[in-house]
């Protein structure tokens, strides 16, 4: 059942305990064992985590385009093996190009990235003529081979959110940009400024310029597959997980330079990044943190050149020199010994006292962050980061309201608080969608604060934003309008029903299908059957469950937009 709560609450804010909101930690699936959740993870997680002006930017480099793939719709519906995720039947064709454009990295040095343009084509209206553009930034991903142009080709890592992107969106009449982000694939920049709000949104804006650059010059060389569609000048920015936070940011850069966005759908995306980081470093460490802390303090540094001196600093010895984005897969860096797989910090004791009288976590996957002798990040750089956590508190993480703290000391903190997106205001209409039992990207603490300050904002501005929480189990799964999204079109309709019932019918069948295996494996001891479900669902929850659903929700909140003469 669909459950609308209005924007009436204006002084509503996050609970916590240990250092989450309540909500979050009392609503997680039971205890599980080490092995049967680390084996989850291993298995299913898939996320999906400039100082220079415009004319020196584009000195050393030129925007180019090659043709990679194209499909027919007819492939699409029957190839792509996207039936569970509610995708709608392809009305179009589509022609992926990868395009190769100027931008900048984390620290203003010139360099470049390469992104998907898929085009779509056909004889049906909505597939030519003046299209909508659709800005997509994709999720966090260790892989330097990650490519958005590799839709429906198994050998890439981008294969997964690339082809459910296509079939979503290009086929059905949009155009698509996806940038693979500074840092990946033919990017001559060795790092990836992950979380670099600034850098991330003007990647996306260079990869949006460059899109339009490659269609009026393809238009006026009189290239058939442009010359059928045009840039309809409608906008719409979405991603998810990392691309959430990217998608926001650069929602917030197109504002500031008033350009033109129609709507954003940011998805799962750690908005509120100071205080994601100080619960996590509180002891409440998220699944994937061994892949994020990397990719998240090499690009900081390159911005700020304060996070530390030598690696060494932050990373044990064993780990100092591993380098992100990296040329082999997350499994194969932990077995070749570069990366722990789950393990964050030294489990106790640590002999530090301001660490060892932190309470546990009451997060049932929070022991995985934790080890006595292989763990990522050192004790001593903890130390400093918890002390400056609790005498300059985050009032999110407090609770006493959801801002970030107001001056804190530990350069880290300081890195996260500027990157952090809870001052964004958007003017334009919003979806933001996520699942309230996200072991990766909190959604308390990100959606919710979001949430509470959308609210609180809404008597004094005119927004438009709808959040969605698509898990309805203990109780939850709201949909929450806040100004005039109750008069948005969709919102009388039967499909945020659908995002829900769906989202819970995936989940069950992934949880009936994991007793199913143990029991076929010889497992008959409830409680062992109960741990192989939970831990089937925590791996599966980020990266397949709720990021299909909120591709679902996108889909359709954009086209009630699109739609709208």
């Not at 966090?140 to 142009?149: A, G, I, L, M, V």
């Amino acid at each position: 059942m669909r459950k609308f709560k209005p924007a009436t609450d204006t002084s509503a804010k996050p609970a916590t305990s240990n250092q989450l909101p309540n909500s979050l930690i009392t609503t997680t699936p039971p205890i599980m064992s080490r092995c049967l959740l680390s084996v989850a993870i291993a298995s299913s997680l898939l996320l999906v985590g400039c100082g220079d002006d415009d004319d020196e930017r584009i000195v050393s480099y030129d925007t180019t385009v090659e043709t990679i793939s194209a499909f027919t719709a007819q492939q699409i519906n029957t190839g792509f093996g996207l039936s569970n995720t509610a995708t709608p039947a392809a009305k179009c064709d589509i022609k992926i190009e990868k395009i190769n454009y100027p931008t900048v990295g984390a620290a203003g040095e010139r360099t470049n990235a390469t992104a998907a343009l898929m085009l779509p084509s056909g004889d049906s209206a909505d597939c030519q003529g003046d299209r909508p553009i659709l800005l997509y930034a994709h999720g966090t991903t260790t892989e330097k081979s990650y490519d958005f142009s590799q839709v429906a080709n198994p050998q890439n890592p981008a294969t997964s959110e690339a082809t459910l992107i296509a079939a979503n969106f290009a086929a059905q009449g949009y155009i698509v940009v996806a940038p693979n982000y500074a840092g990946y694939d033919d990017s001559d920049l060795d790092y990836h400024p992950y979380l670099v709000a600034d850098q991330q949104a003007a990647d996306m804006v260079d990869a949006l310029d460059g899109a339009r650059t490659i269609i009026t010059r393809q238009q006026l060389v009189n290239d058939t597959d442009y010359t059928n569609i045009d840039d309809s000048g409608k906008l719409f920015i979405s991603g998810y997980s990392q691309g959430g936070h990217v998608a926001m940011a650069t929602a917030r850069l197109l504002e500031q330079q008033n350009k033109p966005v129609t709507a954003i759908a940011p998805s799962s995306g750690p908005y509120a990044l100071a205080a994601f980081g100080d619960a996590i470093f509180a002891g409440n460490v998220n699944i994937g943190a061994t892949r994020f802390a990397p990719l998240l303090a090499i690009g900081l540094d390159k911005k700020y050149k304060n996070i530390y001196g030598n690696r060494t600093d932050i990373f044990t010895a064993q780990y100092a020199n591993t380098q992100l984005p990296n040329t082999q897969t997350f499994g194969e860096l932990v077995n070749n010994g570069k990366l722990p797989d789950n393990a964050l910090f030294q489990a106790k004791p640590t002999n530090n006292p301001v660490l060892d009288q932190l309470p546990a976590s009451n997060l049932p996957f929070a022991f995985l962050g934790f080890d006595d002798d292989n763990y990522l990040i050192k004790t001593d750089f903890r130390a400093a980061y918890v002390t400056d956590a609790l005498q300059n508190l985050d009032s999110l993480v407090a609770g006493t309201g959801v801002l970030p703290a107001a001056n804190p000391q530990n350069n880290l903190r300081k890195a996260l608080k500027d990157n952090d997106l809870r001052g964004y205001i958007p003017t334009m209409p919003t979806l933001l969608c996520g699942g309230n039992q996200d072991p990766t990207v909190y959604y308390d603490l990100n959606t919710g604060s979001m949430t509470a300050i959308l609210q609180a904002a809404a008597s004094s501005n005119n927004l438009n934003v709808t959040v969605l929480d698509v898990d309805t189990r203990n109780d939850r799964g709201a949909v929450t309008s806040i100004g005039s999204a109750m008069s948005n079109p969709w919102m009388a309709t039967t499909v945020l029903d659908n995002v829900q019932g769906r989202f819970t019918a995936t989940l069950t069948a992934v949880q009936n299908k994991a007793i199913a295996d143990a029991q076929a494996a010889g497992v008959t001891d409830p409680t062992t059957l109960a741990q192989a479900a939970g831990a089937a669902i925590l791996g599966s929850y980020h990266g397949g469950l709720v990021s299909t659903a909120c591709t679902q929700a996108t889909r359709e909140f954009f086209n009630q937009e699109f739609k709208a003469t």
